[in-house]
């Protein structure tokens, strides 16, 4: 390509709670995203895993992690980490940095620090982010032709909202064409991510590096006793369609989310209870392509 060969990545997930749009009703607006058993961890498998995902696209699997993670934020209530700093490496010897930090109130350098820095043979990319504007966003591409960079998206819409309508289209080109393979891949992709991010936890937790290849998702009979009930959001889901998340994950009995009481795989079935929860739909069709989204 045209920065070579991509020899590394960086990615750097950083946030601040001052004048939020997410949240909930908690003295820190952080709602169920404070909770261990509502979220499964910290800012890792929270906003970090959209971080993650990118970097496994860079470099492809990650085959080892080394990782520290840390609560230094105890203004924001969270029960799991505000910070995180791990090296991940490829089965080529290809290496990123992920680093993940949670503020309550103060300001980042968001114009000063890209999200993503990939480094090549022959040049740099970088990808950055300013929040939820128009123009909170940008990819620029640095050679020996161009020291100084340039943007790669010149007039183009970026941001935030700027990335849902390619999620939506894959949504309905599941949903109408009933394209299996791509709902298929979606959730492989999506349980790479958050063993990825298990992996982070075990080495942080471990001091140790740590083969992303021995961490599995654990069983969902495991449910704290206040949640021993089925969860709301899986109350009417079809039997064959809970009997192939179940073979899916590898996973028996299968516990998927309501509301927050599920652990990892919550938002498999959130969507679904938003739609026919909150919006009222009836759709047999879209709400069975609605059960393999996050």
């Known amino acids: 390509g045209v920065i070579g060969d991509v020899l590394s990545a960086e990615a750097h997930y950083y946030e601040s709670l001052a004048g939020t749009a997410f949240g909930g009703s908690d003295g820190a607006e952080l709602g169920w995203r404070r909770s261990l058993a509502r979220a499964g961890g910290g800012i890792v498998i929270d906003g970090g ?18 990782a520290v993670t840390s609560n230094r934020c105890p203004g924001l209530g969270m029960e799991g ?15 990123a940095v992920f680093r993940a930090t ?3 109130q103060g300001t980042m350098a968001h114009e000063a620090c890209p999200f993503f820095r990939i480094t ?27 020291p100084s960079g340039s943007d790669q998206l010149a007039g183009e819409s970026v941001g935030f909202c700027a990335a ?38 075990r080495a942080g937790d471990s001091h140790t590096w740590v083969r992303v290849g021995d961490v ?11 949640y021993d009930s089925t969860p709301a959001a899986i109350a009417n889901i079809p039997t064959e369609q809970l009997a192939f998340l179940q073979e899916a994950h590898g996973m028996n009995p299968t516990r998927h989310g309501g ?36």
């Open 102 to 104: 949670l503020l309550e």
């Open 216 to 226: 599995r998702l654990p069983l969902q009979d495991a449910v704290p006793a206040e």
């Open 120 to 146: 090549g043979s022959l040049g740099e990319l970088t990808i950055s982010g300013t929040g939820f504007s128009d123009s909170g966003g940008g990819l620029r591409l640095f050679t020996r032709d161009c």
């Open 259 to 294: 509301r927050g009481q599920g652990t990892l795989l919550t938002h498999l079935s959130e969507v679904r209870y938003l739609l026919k929860e909150r919006l009222c739909c009836n759709d047999d069709a879209l709400l069975a392509a609605a059960l393999f989204h996050s």
């Open 164 to 201: 849902f309508p390619y999620l939506w289209q894959d949504f309905v080109q599941v949903m109408c064409h009933q394209d299996r393979q791509r709902a298929s891949h979606s959730q492989k992709e999506a349980i790479a991510d958050v063993l990825l991010a298990l992996a982070i936890y």
């Open 49 to 66: 895993l959209h971080f993650l995902r990118p970097l496994r696209m860079f470099l492809g699997d990650f085959e080892q992690v080394a």
């Open 81 to 95: 980490e505000t910070e995180a700093q791990a090296i991940l490496r490829t089965a080529h010897g290809q290496q």
